[in-house]
């Protein structure tokens, strides 16, 4: 009788450090899901199109772009947007209304246009394929 009382006591003691293991194994695959979903979306979370520059804000930061389709968009402008003109890079004050762009953007958590990249380019080379895509 006692042999078996201790048996059912190890039994019981073993169930009971398994299952803080599964509930600790559980939590880290929850947390690496997480990881990989958001890398996910930060990857796939950029857009681009072209336009023409309708106003430059150098104060606040915000560049107001007209899209081919008609379509007004407001960019905001950090500190990593990359800027260029052909192969140099420019300012945001060297970007002047009237220009042509390219521009590569992502959303932000308030559904805000961050502007990712912004390049001005020929008029020859404004221009879309047949599919709408953008040629370069």
């Known amino acids: 009788m006692m042999n078996s009382a201790k048996i059912i006591k190890t039994v019981l003691v073993i169930i009971f450090l398994f299952s803080f293991q599964v509930v600790g194994f559980s939590q880290e695959a929850k947390d690496t899901s997480v990881a990989v979903n958001s890398k996910a979306k ?14 430059v804000d150098a104060n606040s930061r915000v560049i107001t772009v007209k899209g081919k389709m008609g379509k007004i968009h407001s ?3 950090d500190p990593t947007t990359r800027i260029k003109q052909g192969k140099n890079k420019i300012r945001l004050s060297d970007v002047k209304k009237g220009s042509k762009i390219k521009v590569k953007y992502s959303l932000n ?5 961050i502007a990712k ?4 380019v020929e008029p020859e080379i404004f221009q879309e394929s047949k599919t709408g895509d953008l040629k370069n």
């Open 109 to 113: 958590d308030k559904k805000e246009k």
């Open 117 to 120: 990249a912004l390049k001005i």
């Open 75 to 77: 960019l905001k402008i």
């Open 42 to 55: 930060s990857e796939k979370g950029f857009r681009k199109f072209q336009g023409e520059v309708l106003s």
